[in-house]
């Protein structure tokens, strides 16, 4: 499995963003694709979820401003974001999951993830 992030860039405070995902190598319907991201300094911190069945996942402080989709047709997925505040510059990354599970695991963890892409830097300015 590949991933490869994109759609990073400059925004002002308030704007909102949506990140892309292309994968290929395997059909995203397949496996669990999460967004994390890393704020210089800091650790890599969980953003989102879409598990196999469509189900997504989110950290209460993301929850409501940020929306993880996925477009079938084209083997990718998205990560919409209102409301950018400039803590919430980071480089973004998305992976992929093989992990089974019931359907209320969280996959809120890096351990969860075997497959990485680069990321794509979001800078939001005040």
């Known amino acids: 499995v590949q991933l490869q992030a994109s759609g990073g860039g400059l925004v002002q405070t308030g704007d909102s963003l949506t990140l892309s995902c292309v994968v290929s190598?395997?059909?995203?319907?397949?496996?669990?694709t999460g967004w994390f991201r890393q704020a210089p300094g800091r650790e890599r911190e969980f953003v989102a979820a879409v598990r196999r069945s469509g189900s997504t996942n989110y950290p209460n402080s993301m929850r409501g401003r940020f929306t993880v989709s996925r477009d079938m047709p084209k083997n990718t997925v998205h990560l919409h974001m209102n409301s950018l505040k400039p803590e919430d510059t980071a480089v973004y990354y998305c992976a992929a999951s093989t992990r089974q599970s019931t359907g209320c695991y969280l996959y809120n963890r890096r351990i969860d993830y075997s497959f990485w892409g680069k990321g794509t830097l979001v800078t939001v300015s005040s």
């Open positions: 190598g395997r059909n995203i319907s397949t496996f669990v």
